[in-house]
């Protein structure tokens, strides 16, 4: 087996980790011995050990390190944090060699992780699958490197291009999408930190904005409410989960599980938003909200990623689905659903 084929598989098991490690990266680690792998490991949920930690402390004979080789997705920490530097564990345990698949942006790190483990005497290789060890953790680059979170916009429309219809006789979904859609959403939704939506579709549906098709953890729930129109007995305010309200009333106390955030909604809304959540150490979020609400953060481009459910129904009137004006990077179907994927590269 090559290099390629040992990070590839620290790419698969740091799948594992998606959603439950935030803020920190869900990193990959394997450790090969004589060709063969004696140890796996992934990042445990924030506050637990790192990824290399878990692979290391996997090995019953420590004296085989120094004869192995360590892989990882992302360059060992060299700082305190909640844990110690995996960089020094590394040098500890006189690994003979490290393989890692890109370098870590954070300031805090930044090199200082290879360089600890080159000037231990160990032969460090970097760059190996480099591309897909970034698309791993673009979460974790985005807020980095861009000082915002990393955006998903998901909606569902009709084969004749709408979202929803004009008018409803109930307050709930009405599915455009089928089951097996709809469950693929919930994972979205536990992988990711943060969801958002707009006061219409509050008012509209009443949705929780929870994970129930699915395991994982609920994402925290972000509600624009300019004028305070939602009902105050609406699910997204039971405070059953951390819930940010974007307003412009300046009056508005924060209590347990629900914080108010006032913005000019006359002036740039989605970049306003993208730096107070910043300010929350949100890592991505998944804009699930109405035509107008993702269309905002598409006139700003402020999104990184697109899921277009298309479902096999006609409406022939409706309220029209945002205007994406991107090529389909991807396109699966799922039954009677068409998905579309697009990348704002």
Known sequence: MTHKDYIKRCLQIAQKGIGFTRPNP???????????????????????????????????????????????????????????????????????????????????????????????????TVGVLEEECRKHHKRFFTVQEKKRPYIILKWAETLDGFIAPKEKDEQKPVWISNKYSQQLVHKFRSEEHAILVGTNTVIADNPKLNVR???????????????????????????????????????????????????????????????????????????????????????ENLWDEAFVFVGNVNFVNGVKAPLLNKQIKQQQNIQTDVLKIYKND
């Open 213 to 299: 098709s699915w395991f994982g953890q609920n994402p925290i729930r972000i509600v624009l409410d300019k004028n305070f129109r939602i009902d105050k007995k609406a699910n997204v305010f039971d405070k059953s989960v951390k819930t940010i309200v974007f307003t412009e009333n300046e009056n508005k106390e924060n209590t347990k599980n629900l914080f108010f955030e006032t913005i000019d909604f006359s002036k740039e809304i989605a970049k306003q938003i993208c730096n107070v959540l910043n300010t929350y150490q949100i890592q991505s979020v998944i804009i699930e909200g109405g035509t107008q609400t993702i269309q905002t953060f598409i006139d």
């Open 26 to 124: 869900s990193v990959g680690a394997v450790i090969v011995y004589k060709g063969k792998i004696i140890a796996e490991g992934f990042t445990s949920p924030y506050g637990g050990s790192h990824a290399e930690v878990n692979a290391i402390n996997a090995v019953k004979d420590k004296s085989l390190l120094k004869e192995a080789t360590i892989y990882v997705t992302l360059e060992p920490c060299s700082h305190y944090g909640k844990t110690p530097p995996c960089a020094d564990l590394i040098v500890k345990n006189r690994f003979k060699n490290v393989v890692i698949g890109c370098v870590d942006s954070n300031s805090l790190v930044a090199g200082k992780g290879i360089e600890r483990l080159i000037n231990a005497g160990i032969n460090v």
